[in-house]
């Protein structure tokens, strides 16, 4: 599956927008293997007809646009982008003298942008982080070579699978609370099919449909109690520090 993906689309997009949506329906996958096993034959051939009718192309662009609405919501709830509040000299992530060098990295770097002190981020926080973003907006470019900063490029692509995710969090809710239903339902008909089989071998022949069953549980409870603001959060801290780091990696090289 990942091989035909990979022929169509790039790294970024099959980890970072398919890979949320085949984790969030991948209880129903289970549940039907469990119990249709012909099923098995039908899923392999069919991601072939999805890409080449575009509806593979379709589910990207419909999580891409999901992703970018939540990271707003979120953003407006943090304060900004992780990226620029990590540079403020209000924000405590940093240490103040790694976020000092960075600074002076930053304004070497780019000609007239003159990154705010304490003083003047006190005066004019809103013109601040637009020196903030704009700073960030170079650094991205700058690191767009993945064999160069191939760390920068594995944290961007975890935040982007977190944020996605988040942003289909109620589709891989209701998908798991269904399997959980519908696997409920078909182990607890091959316990009623025969009385006078014990229930002990009835559910050794079934241990897949179980298995399905208590996977579909752990992922209802992981969207439930997981997947939130603060998984989300992490992963852009990550990447705000691992994209921040590369000042320094430059500087040695």
Request: aromatic fraction near 14%.
């Given at each position: 599956m990942l091989k035909?993906?990979?022929?169509?689309?790039?790294?970024?997009?099959?980890?970072?927008?398919?890979?949320?949506?085949?984790?969030?329906?991948?209880?129903?996958?289970?549940?039907?293997?469990?119990?249709?096993?012909?099923?098995?034959?039908?899923?392999?051939?069919?991601?072939?007809?999805?890409?080449?009718?575009g509806v593979m192309t379709f589910i990207s662009t419909f999580i891409s646009n999901l992703g970018n609405k939540c990271q707003e919501k979120l953003f407006s709830i943090w304060g900004g982008p992780p990226t620029t509040t990590i540079l403020r000299h209000r924000d405590q992530v940093l240490d103040k003298y790694t976020k000092q060098?960075?600074?002076?990295?930053?304004?070497?770097?780019?000609d007239?942008?003159?990154?705010?002190?304490?003083?003047?981020?006190?005066?004019?926080?809103?013109?601040?982080?637009?020196?903030?973003?704009?700073?960030?907006?170079f650094l991205r470019e700058f690191t767009r070579d993945k064999t160069k900063y191939p760390a920068v490029f594995r944290d961007n692509v975890a935040y982007g699978f977190a944020r996605n995710l988040l942003a289909i969090r109620m589709i891989g809710m209701l998908v798991a609370l269904m399997c959980v239903v519908i696997n409920f339902y078909f182990?607890?008909?091959?316990?009623?099919?025969?009385?006078s089989s014990e229930s002990s071998v009835i559910l050794k022949n079934h241990m897949f449909g179980i298995g399905s069953e208590l996977a579909s549980t752990i992922f209802f409870f992981t969207f439930l109690f997981i997947i939130n603001d603060g998984f989300v959060k992490a992963r852009g801290l990550r990447y705000a520090k691992t994209l921040l780091e590369s000042c320094e990696v430059d500087e040695k090289n």
């Open positions: 035909e993906l990979g022929k169509n689309f790039d790294y970024y997009t099959i980890n970072a927008r398919f890979m949320p949506a085949f984790f969030s329906v991948l209880p129903f996958v289970l549940t039907m293997l469990a119990w249709c096993p012909s099923s098995k034959s039908i899923l392999g051939g069919s991601l072939t007809i999805l890409i080449s009718f060098r960075y600074h002076k990295w930053l304004d070497r770097k780019i007239e942008l003159n990154l705010p002190d304490v003083d003047d981020e006190i005066k004019d926080q809103t013109d601040s982080d637009l020196k903030y973003q704009s700073a960030i907006n182990i607890w008909s091959a316990l009623g099919i025969s009385e």
